[in-house]
T-cell receptor, first 113, second 119 residues
């Protein structure tokens, strides 16, 4: 059974720092991996989608990498801002019919000004 | 283009009452997912449909929960009778998927969620 783990559960940094959020998964036979952002009381917003054949995706100050063989993904946030404060979740889709995305429990990020 | 639309946004009800949550998919999407989020367990998949067909309902807690897709763009999640332990935020998400039973799921888009409180 696929398990997704995100470490740390919470992270506090001062504004301007570069930071890395980690995601690991137990079954490397994935179709894709997706990073989401969730603000308090809100739904999930898709940030980046990495297909299994890709190594990384970039969007603005965000860069997500994927190492399928080791079962790891990282989300790199450059020059963090207070507006980046949110919970970040990763989710993986197994390369198998009849399966849906499995989510980690997220990392709650707090960026202080 | 409108995103995934869920209603109601908030529902407070008493134990034993029937609860119906609604979801409208993004136009053109063919896969629909119902997730439940709690502090203790995070996001859990309840059920998902591909092309109106339920593919995996193993996450549905028990017979009190049922989900339907009466048409390609709309779904309901019903809890009858509701219990306090059902209190959670229920999310609907949709995507465009291809392949057998929607094996190749594209980017997932979420609604704003329905916060359910059962007293």
């Amino acid at each position: 059974k696929q398990e997704v783990t995100q470490i740390p559960a919470a992270l506090s940094v001062p504004e301007g720092e570069n930071l890395v959020l980690n995601c690991s998964f137990t079954d490397s036979a994935i179709y894709n991996l997706q990073w989401f952002r969730q603000d308090p009381g809100k739904g999930l917003t898709s940030l980046l989608l990495i297909q299994s054949s890709q190594r990384e995706q970039t969007s603005g100050r965000l860069n997500a990498s994927l190492d399928k063989s080791s079962g790891r993904s990282t989300l790199y946030i450059a020059a963090s801002q207070p507006g980046d404060s949110a919970t970040y979740l990763c989710a993986v889709k197994l390369n198998q019919a009849g399966t849906a995305l499995i989510f980690g429990k997220g990392t709650t990020l707090s960026v202080s000004s | 283009d409108a995103g995934v639309i869920q209603s109601p946004r908030h529902e407070v009800t008493e134990m034993g009452q029937e609860v119906t949550l609604r979801c409208k998919l993004i136009s053109g999407h063919n896969s629909l997912f119902w997730y439940r989020q709690t502090m203790m367990r995070g996001l859990e998949l309840l059920i998902y449909f591909n092309n109106n067909v339920p593919i995996d309902d193993s996450g549905m807690p028990e017979d009190r929960f049922s989900a339907k897709m009466p048409n390609a763009s709309f779904s309901t999640l019903k809890i009858q009778p509701s219990e306090p332990r059902d209190s959670a935020v229920y999310f609907c998400a949709s995507s465009l998927s291809i392949g057998l039973a929607g094996a190749n799921t594209g980017e997932l888009f979420f609604g704003e969620g329905s916060r359910l409180t059962v007293l």
